[in-house]
Structure formats: C-alpha cells, structure tokens
C-alpha cells in the first residue's frame, strides 16, 4: 500500500451557537493514501463538510477546531496543517490541498468573469505574475475540464453558464494549481443526474490524469460504488466504520451502516424492499451518552449507553466502532 | 458602448413624465390651497383692487388650471417669470442660491461618505464586539438627531465658545466660473485662500447636515457587506488560498450594490434636510429661499424650486443606475 499522504488524528469542532455548543465532530480519526479515492459517507448534518473543511482550517467563528492534528505528509516533510499560521496555511489551501464544493451557483463570485476567477487562483499562489497573464492558462485549465469553447467562455460572467459548466469551472479552478489533494464536497448534489454523471467521470479523469488523491464527500451510496477505493461512514460526527469500498457493501460490520446500505438499492445483493432506520439523527447540542447510535440502534446492550466505542480493527484494514463486534 | 447610449437615452426620456408629474403634483397643492396669492403678491390686505386685477392678468390667474400650469411651466423653462415677491426673474434668484445649497450638500455628501463608510466596515469586521456596539449606537443617534437640536448645539461649541467658526455671509465666488460651485471653482483654479474660506464656511453646516445620512450609510454598509461576506463564494475563495485582503475587496464589490442605492437616495435626502440647516447657519441657499417663498405665498418660485429638486434626484439616480450597471454584469441594460 502507498503512503499515508494525509493523517487526521482525534479531529474534535465544535460550535458555540446561542442554543448551546453544537459537537458537529467529535474525536474524528482517519488515513487518506496517497493515489486513492477516500469517500466520506453520511446523512445530512453527520460532519462530513466540517470534517473536509477543518482540514485546512476553513472553520469559521462561531465554531472552532478545539483538538487534533491534521498532518499532511508532501515529500519528505510532516506538516501539522491545524498549527500553521495564517499565511501558510493560506499557501496550502488552493495549492496542495483544493477544494470543489456543493453548489456551484453561488461557489463562484458573480461580479467576475471565470477566466478572472481561475486566474486569480493561479495568480495567489504566485504561478502567474498578473491576473491578465493567467487568462491563458486559465483558457486551457478549462480546455481540460471540458468546458466547450473556452477561448469563449472565459469572459463569460457565472449566471451566462449552466449548472454543469460552472462545476466545471470549480473542477479546473480546483485542479488549476495541480494539487496533492482534492476536496469534493457533495460535488453532484446540486446537479441534475446526467450532468452528474459527467461531472463524475470529469474528475475521475483528473485524477487519472494527475494523479492527485481526492477526498470525496457524499451521501448518495451511489457515488460511493463508483467512485472510491476505501470509505469512511459517519454518523453524527464520528467515524463508525471505515473499510475499502467492496468490503463495505459486501459485509457491512456496524448496525449503522447495515441500516444504511438496506435503505439504497444494494447492486451486490438483492434485495426485496428498502427498510429505512428507525429514528432521527440525535441533536449534536446534547449527543446520546456512550456509543451516538445507540437509541436507534437494533443491537443495544448495556455498555453501548456508557461507553464511547473506539474504532477496532475487525477484519484487516476494516476498522468499526461498536461493542457488539 | 452602444448599449450604454441607448439605456441613457432611455432613462433621460423616462424623466420627461417624472418631471411633469412632480411639477403638477406641486401645482396642485398650489392650485387648491384655499388662499389669494393675487391679494397677497399684490400687497396683502390693503391691496387695491386695481392692483390685484393687475396682478391676476398678469400671471394668467383667471384663466382655467391648465393654462396656468403651461403658462408657469413654459414661463420659468424660458425664464420669463418675474417673482411676485423680488421682481426678478425667477430663475435668476434660484440659479443665484442653487449653487451655495448644492456646495452644502457636496460637503454633507463628504461628511456621509467619509463617517458613514469606514464606520461600517469596521463594524462590520470587528462584528459583535465592543467596536461594533459603539458603532451601532452611534449610528442609531446619527439617525435619530434632529438637524436642528444638532445644529444648535455645534454653533454653541464652535461658534460661542471656541469661536472657530462664522455665521455671517458667504464666501465670494472665484472670479473665473467653471462648474459654478465656488469651493471647486476656487480649487481648480488654484485660489486655495478662497477654498479654504469657503471650507471654513461650510464644514460646519455640512457636518450638521450629513450627520444623518451617515449613520443610514453605517447601518446599510455594515449590513450588506456583512451579508456579502456569508456568502458561499467567499468561502471558495478562502478554499482557494486567496489572502484576506482580497476576499474583502471581493466582498465590498458584492455588498456595493445596495449601498449605492442608499448613498443615491441620501442625496435627495440632503437636499430636503438643507432649509433647516441653512436656516439654522444663515446660508442664503435655496431652501432658506423656499421656505420665504412658502411664507408668501410665492407660487412660481416654489414650482421652480421643486422642479430644480426633481430634477438633481432624478439625476441621482441615473447615476445610481449606470452604476449598477458598471459594477453587476447581471444587470441588463
């Protein structure tokens, strides 16, 4: 196996909202290798965006990162991305670490064109000495997504471009500066389910073609058996289990994610009806006591009310956090 | 370019039927106001009857509305219109004050922009502080000063006490006539004792007058940049690696839509607060000019003054507007 490129250890944010403090990630651990897809699954609101988002420190007042590390591990060097000033961690955002985000109408400034807009990610990380000068690399940055007509499209301002051309747009300002990491947060949410298709295989294309690692964030399984190599599924701001992709759908471990693959269309089994999860999502204000699932979960027993689960190894390179495994 | 030209074109023909309706509006009120003003612009109570005939054929007072309204309208657009009340024409005592209300309220605009705009950015970076709240609060008493009360109580500093400031005249204008506004007039010309009489001159009545709109300003800006650095972009681009100052200039650029609209607005604003604050300084302006003029009964000279406000706002607006196109490429033109 290759090297971890990105180590997230005891990753804890909270929020101090007026309502109390919102535990939206508690005590997250995981490895991303480098070459791989990592996909990060959970319903709404379980900390997928927050936990992708503290990476880089993109963690906005009133919440804050209150432990862990994040070491990002380029050539040779280990960087604690959570301890590095402003400035640096600015030149790591953007550059080693990139982001595409959920929804493309409004990840893009309305009151410029796109050409400015994937200039200036070249220009801030120095590759182009002024915002005109980046205007042709940006022509061919877009040329590369698949943007039809970028000698065109370039001063074309977002609201002139569709739904899928401006996630494209994302995609090559994401991959403008030829990063290690690619964040995809909820990259097809917002699109309609043929762009989606597109827009999926555009950034498979890119990795292959980069070689850049990407860290995918979704809740639609879907995707998931698409696209990732190893996944990660969380359930109200921790990490219940973590496996490679097939062994997830194949025998899934925590009851959580039983619930969950029984609730989608399973391609690897047949199934007679979809069963859905007794229950809501707990509120992070006041989380259940020990193990979050446990008021939802089929299997509770009376540790599972007590004591916090800790990820196991169960199978090699399949990791659970439950008692009852 | 073209587009530009024509969108002009088309504003310029929308102020024709603003205009007329505004004009009218004011005539109206004139019209039907249950007073004489033949009696009066003829001498009050003692008029003869001689005189007040005179005076009704004279201003077409016994013809039927509509032709008194062209008759004014036509009269003061071609400067024909002798005041009742100065036994001038009317549009040469307006064009005489006009300039010394527009230089207040070029100060007062100075005084909005430079308090009301700072204020708000700070207030709005150090969000939720003590800054902030000083902030908030000064702009609600900026809101809530009556010009008057405001007035009064800086007079009393610098006039009374620290004796910095006079009330007595204006400045004269600079001998060569460019813009006719004589404090920039005096600059562009290089007569920089002249500029500084007429800052000493107006700094004070502009303040007064600007203290309002720049606590409206305030507000609007904190709000709206605030607003504007939520938004899911601005995240994109810190995700980016853009530097902060960037992200600010890219936030301001969004927030500056709605505060344009209000620092348009805020001038009319000042031009309808400036009779009280010129009454109050002693600045022969054109509102203390109206506000006579509303005391006799001097209907011409109201139309002409109303005519010259309409006109100043609807200008101000289509300057608002060319804005907006300037900065939002969503909007069509």
Sequence with gaps: ?325 | MAELKKFLVRRMLTFIPTIIGITLIVFAIAYLIPADPARAWAGGEKASQKAIELVKERYHLNEPWYDQYIFLITGLIKNEIIDPRTSNPVMDDVGKRFPVTFQLALFAYFFVLAIGIPLGLISALKRDTAIDTFVRIFALIGVSTPVFWLGYILIYIFFVNIRIINLAGVPPSPEIVITHVPVIDSLITGNFELFRQHVARFWLPGFVLGFMGAGVVARFVRNSFLEAISGDYIEFLKAKGVPKLRVYRHAMKNSLVPIITVLGLQFGVLLSGAPITETVFGLPGIGLYAVFSIGTLDFPAIVAVTLLFALVYVIANLIVDIFYAVIDPRVRY
Aim: glycine share 6%.
């Design chain 1, 1 to 325: 196996m290759s090297k971890k490129i990105l180590e997230v250890k005891n990753l804890t944010v909270h929020f101090y909202t007026y309502a109390g403090i919102v535990k939206a990630i508690e005590e997250v651990s995981f490895d991303v290798f480098e070459g791989e897809t990592f996909a990060l699954v959970g319903e709404t609101g379980c900390g997928k965006s927050v936990t992708a988002r503290a990476i880089t420190q993109l963690i906005e007042s009133p919440g804050r990162i209150v432990r862990g590390e994040v070491y990002y591990n380029p050539d040779g060097e280990r960087l604690n991305l959570l301890e590095l000033p402003d400035e640096e961690i600015r030149t790591i955002r953007g550059n080693d670490i990139a982001y595409i985000f959920q929804d493309p109408q409004s990840s893009l400034d309305p009151l410029y064109n796109v050409g400015y807009q994937v200039s200036e990610s070249l220009f801030v990380h120095g590759r182009v000495k002024s915002i005109k000068d980046g205007i042709k690399k940006a022509v061919n940055i877009l040329r590369t997504v698949l943007l039809p007509d970028p000698e065109r499209r370039v001063s074309n301002y977002p609201h002139e471009l569709s739904g899928g051309m401006k996630q494209r747009v994302t995609i090559g300002i994401g991959i403008s500066n030829d990063p290690r990491i690619l964040i995809a947060d909820e990259p097809t949410t917002a699109l309609d389910v043929t762009v989606q298709a597109q827009i999926l295989w555009l950034i498979k294309e890119m990795k292959k073609r980069y070689g850049v690692t990407v860290i995918l964030i979704t809740h639609d399984m879907g995707v998931v058996a698409d696209m990732a190599d190893r996944v990660a599924v969380m359930y109200a701001g921790k990490i219940v289990e973590v496996a490679e992709v097939t062994e997830v759908f194949k025998n899934p471990v925590h009851p959580y994610t039983q619930g969950l693959l029984k609730a989608v269309p399973n391609p690897l089994k047949k199934i007679e009806r979809l069963e859905t999860i007794p229950g809501t999502v707990p509120s992070l204000i006041n989380p259940p006591s020990g193990c979050r699932f446990h008021p939802r979960c089929p299997e509770i027993s009376k540790v599972c009310k007590e004591k916090i689960p800790e990820l196991r190894e169960v199978k090699k390179n399949h990791f659970v956090a439950c008692h009852n495994r």
